[in-house]
């Protein structure tokens, strides 16, 4: 876990000044999770803002949960990404192409703005990704 433990102290440095002056600590019952389908609430994907602002287009960082076997089908985002995960195995892959192997804890990849893409969760576990996007969130469904 090394590898993550530096990719999350890299990623909270350069977010450094957008944090309010003062140290704080969240537990995981603590963790205020935000479902991103108002249909599916806890039962679909969710994130948790680690730090940053979900209506801005500034630099974010936060963890993103899905269900086994999620998939959001074929999208794009207006910011690069960058992500580490945290458990179960995710895929992300170019739309069209094959999904390749899935990624398990402390794997990452980056993913450029702009560029049509899916991911997948494994149906083995649940997935748990922390995703730095440095120009903010948004979710741009495309057709494949």
Same mark, same amino acid.
């Given at each position: 876990?090394?590898?993550?433990?530096? !990719?999350?102290?890299?990623?909270?440095?350069?977010? #450094?000044? #957008?944090?309010? &002056? /003062?140290?704080?600590?969240?537990?995981? %019952?603590?963790?205020?999770? +935000?479902?991103?389908?108002? %249909? !599916? *609430?806890?039962? *679909?994907? @969710? +994130?948790?803002?680690?730090?940053?602002?979900?209506?801005?287009? &500034? $630099? +974010?960082?936060?963890?993103?949960?899905?269900?086994?076997?999620?998939?959001?089908?074929?999208?794009?985002?207006?910011? =690069?990404?960058?992500?580490?995960? +945290?458990? *179960?195995?995710? /895929?992300?892959?170019?739309?069209?192409? =094959?999904?390749? $192997?899935?990624?398990?804890? *402390?794997? @990452?990849? /980056? @993913?450029? !703005?702009?560029?049509?893409? =899916?991911?997948?969760?494994?149906?083995?576990?649940?997935?748990?990704?922390?995703?730095?996007? $440095?120009?903010?969130? =948004?979710? %741009? $469904?495309? %057709?494949?």
């Amino acid at each position: 876990m090394t590898r993550l433990a530096l !990719a999350l102290a890299l990623t909270s440095a350069l977010a #450094a000044p #957008a944090i309010a &002056g /003062h140290s704080s600590t969240t537990t995981q %019952k603590q963790t205020t999770w +935000i479902p991103l389908d108002a %249909k !599916a *609430g806890a039962r *679909g994907p @969710q +994130i948790a803002v680690v730090y940053g602002d979900l209506k801005t287009k &500034g $630099p +974010i960082g936060f963890l993103f949960k899905t269900p086994p076997g999620f998939r959001p089908g074929p999208h794009t985002h207006s910011s =690069d990404d960058y992500a580490v995960v +945290i458990s *179960g195995h995710m /895929h992300n892959f170019p739309v069209g192409k =094959d999904q390749g $192997p899935g990624l398990g804890a *402390g794997e @990452q990849w /980056h @993913q450029l !703005a702009n560029e049509p893409h =899916d991911n997948y969760c494994e149906p083995d576990a649940e997935c748990v990704v922390y995703v730095f996007m $440095p120009n903010g969130f =948004d979710f %741009k $469904p495309v %057709k494949p």
